[in-house]
């Protein structure tokens, strides 16, 4: 038995958060223990595989909402973490990553004004490097989901990190990403299909990822051609996320939390969505059962549609407008 403390915390994104926390003599430390026990570590400042040092308060109240506290970004991250490993449970029904209730981790402030976050499967891992000028943390809920569901990814399917199933592997991680700020329903971060728009990785306010119309962005796929797979991950994975975007809420013009969003067809065709919900619980069951580290966009589709006939039939709607989505952005 382990005693489990709440602690509250001042984000930079998400604002007041409460926090899982565990005493560490007579403090506290960054130990979510009703969540595997997951802890949050300080690199301060270094590159290496090292784990860093376990965060620790006095009092419980961590971070003051700036990144010039360092307890911030680690409030960020540790909260997003408690997050994803909520939406696995209550959601997609799984006990945490790997499904065995094992906790990751998170280690914040990687590097030097490093502009990027990363899983790695070798530690079981994440890691966040503080943005811009050390100002912007990356950190934010989405980006939190996104770097987690990489482990997700890496304990089911295994989608290789190259060509289409690359593609793949980064699209099952913005579609998690992007469920989980949904899910928290938290004012300060309301859900989007919009990636990193809290990170500012431009510096023009700008997201990293639109989900609506991926091509919005200079660089990522809206729809599927033979040649797709030679983009970077990042861009391939365009066609899945508007695949994604267009099952949950259909083509044409809609407002989402106060975000106006407009997505097109490949052939002008016309999907209704099915809402997020059913979304992802159908991409969650094509990743756990159906693809393999191969998987590519047609075997996706296919994926998809055996997932929705387990677990909605195939006779239904959701079957007709999977197949409609996948059709909508040339995937046949
Ligand atoms: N943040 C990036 C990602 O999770 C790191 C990478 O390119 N692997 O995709
Ligand atoms: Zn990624
Ligand atoms: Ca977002």
Known sequence: YEAIDTGVGTSEYSGSVTLGTAPSGSAFSLTDTARGGHKTYDLNGATSTATGTLFTDADDKWGDGTPSNRQT?????????????????????????????????????????????????????????????????????????????????????????SRESGGLNEATSDIFGTSVEFFANNASDPGDYLIGEKIDIRGDGSPLRYMDKPSKDGASADYWSKTVGRLDVHNSSGVANHFFYLLSEGSGAKTVNGVAYNS?????????????????????????????????????????????????????????????????????
């Open 264 to 332: 097109p067809t490949y052939d002008g065709s016309t999907v209704a969505g099915i809402g997020r919900t059913k979304a992802y619980k159908i991409w969650y069951k094509a990743l756990s059962t159906y693809m393999t580290s191969t998987t590519d966009y047609a075997g996706a589709r296919a994926a998809t549609l055996k997932a929705t006939a387990d677990l909605y039939g195939a006779t239904g709607v959701e079957y007709q407008q999977v197949a409609a989505a996948w059709t909508a952005v040339n995937v046949k």
């Open 73 to 161: 970004a680690a409030v960020d991250a540790h909260y997003g973490a408690a997050v994803t490993w909520d939406f696995y449970k209550s959601e997609l029904g799984r006990n945490g990553i790997a499904g065995d209730g094992k906790a990751a981790y998170s280690r914040v402030h990687y590097g030097n004004a490093y502009v990027n976050a990363f899983w790695s499967d070798s530690c079981f891992c994440m890691t966040y490097g503080d943005g811009q000028n050390n100002q912007k943390p990356l950190t934010a809920l989405d980006v939190a989901g996104h770097e987690m569901s990489h482990g997700l990814t890496a304990a089911t399917a295994k989608l290789n990190y």
